[in-house]
């Protein structure tokens, strides 16, 4: 039994990092605001690319990946963020907060919801964390991030968040 799960474990996690290196950044134009909302799925796609692909590897594509994001990010006029300084206490890692942003953006896409600061940020921490878990011999010890990490693991998390807002 322990077997069949090791195996089962291990093809899915196959599958998964397969799955986040396939991302292909489009040949996007965003030029007028309906331009923005075909690239959604996109969007999602990139930020799931970003979290699960290693930070040393593939980084010419991270950084495409990083612009496309931002480049959407700077324009979209669905999403309106309301960054706190008060949250994002990890600035010393531009990987992470790039991340952050994404995985805010794709909350708002993924329920359709464009007004939920809490969630947002919720989401955005969340895949903060998931992303450092992943990097964290490459990225080094982050205070900040592994507070978030103590406040999710005892189910804190939304409560601060939502303190800091």
């Given at each position: 039994?322990?077997?069949k799960l090791l195996?089962l474990t ?12 396939e ?8 030029v007028k605001?309906?331009d923005y909302?075909?690239y959604e799925s ?5 930020t ?9 590897s593939?980084k010419?594509k991270?950084i495409?990946?990083q612009?496309f ?10 999403i309106s ?5 008060d949250?994002?206490?990890?600035l ?14 794709s ?9 939920n600061?809490?969630?947002g940020?919720i989401r955005?921490i969340?895949?903060v964390?998931t992303f450092?878990n992943?990097?964290?011999?490459v990225?080094g010890?982050i ?6 990490k103590?406040?999710q693991k ?12």
């Amino acid at each position: 039994m322990i077997k069949k799960l090791l195996c089962l474990t291990f093809l899915l996690c196959t599958f998964v990092t397969v799955q986040a290196q396939e991302f292909e950044v489009p040949d996007y134009s965003l030029v007028k605001a309906e331009d923005y909302e075909k690239y959604e799925s996109d969007i999602v796609a990139a930020t799931k690319w970003l979290v699960e692909t290693p930070i040393n590897s593939k980084k010419e594509k991270r950084i495409e990946v990083q612009k496309f994001v931002f480049k959407w990010l700077e324009g979209t006029p669905k999403i309106s963020m309301n960054v706190s300084p008060d949250i994002v206490t990890f600035l010393e890692s531009p990987e992470s907060f790039i991340i952050y942003l994404a995985g805010w953006a794709s909350y708002c896409i993924e329920n359709n919801d464009y007004k939920n600061d809490l969630q947002g940020n919720i989401r955005g921490i969340e895949n903060v964390i998931t992303f450092y878990n992943a990097n964290k011999k490459v990225l080094g010890k982050i205070k900040a991030i592994e507070r978030y990490k103590k406040l999710q693991k005892k189910g804190k998390l939304e409560k601060h968040l939502q303190s800091k807002l």
